[in-house]
């Protein structure tokens, strides 16, 4: 069983700021099964990031995903007032969905 | 546009069993495509429940499998999650999402909106 750890647990910043979140795997992965999803509270998780690095439709290239083997990436470019969520990556088997604990990007 | 929509009691009672449906519209499950049930503890992060696939293949979290079951009913256009024996630790938001491959890649691009079960008496 793959286990996905995120890293960190929160991050307090303003708006305007550049961040990085990082997201482990606990064994190699391929990258064409790693995704990243945001949280609102109350909302379901939404797709930004498939493949490790592909946009899904409608996200702002803001979003950038990178990484391959057992270390991944989401970087957020420029925060904007409607990017404090929680931010999940997954490792999608056909067998098993696993997700990291999530990163909570909070204003500062 | 797909579409997902959980339902299902807002209130379970300890040991009995949890059951929720899930309905798709704008697509046929019968078409392809792993359909899953995640859920998510209040204010904690999220966790697989089990995924089926429209032949009927399914796979369980190691942690709940001896409690689970998702089927399918293709006439519906649905697909079902049964819980049992439940306590206090399953109350949680419990999702519905479609996974699957595209151009090569893996991912849960469609979630329903989620409905929150609570276990008491």
């Known amino acids: 069983e793959i286990v996905l750890t995120q890293s960190p647990g929160t991050l307090s910043l303003s708006p305007g700021e550049r961040t990085t979140l990082s997201c482990r795997a606990s064994?190699?992965?391929?990258?064409?099964?790693l995704a990243w999803y945001q949280q609102k509270p109350g909302q379901a998780p939404r797709l930004l990031i498939y493949?490790?690095?592909s946009r899904a439709t409608g996200i702002p290239d803001r979003f950038s995903g990178s990484g391959s083997g057992t270390d991944f990436t989401l970087t957020i470019s420029r925060l904007e007032p409607e990017d404090f969520a929680v931010y999940y990556c997954q490792h999608y088997g056909n067998s098993f969905w696993t997700f990291g604990q999530g990163t909570k990007v909070e204003i500062k | 546009q797909v579409q997902l929509q959980e339902s299902g009691p807002g209130l379970v009672k300890p040991s009995e069993t949890l059951s929720l449906t899930c309905s798709v519209s704008?697509?046929?499950?019968?078409?392809?495509?792993?359909w899953g049930w995640i859920r998510q503890p209040p204010g904690k992060g999220l966790e697989w429940i089990g995924s089926?696939?429209?032949?009927?293949?399914?796979y369980y979290n190691p942690s709940l499998q001896s409690r689970v079951t998702i089927s399918v009913d293709m006439s519906k256009n649905q697909f079902s999650l049964k819980l049992s024996s439940v306590t206090a630790a399953d109350t949680a938001v419990y999702y519905c999402a479609r996974g699957g491959c595209s151009g090569g890649y893996c991912y849960s691009h469609y979630w329903g909106q989620g409905t929150l079960v609570t276990v008491s008496s």
């Open positions: 704008g697509y046929s499950i019968n078409s392809g495509h792993y």
């Open positions: 089926i696939y429209h032949s009927g293949s399914y």
């Open positions: 064994q190699s992965v391929s990258s064409s099964y």
């Open positions: 493949g490790a690095s």
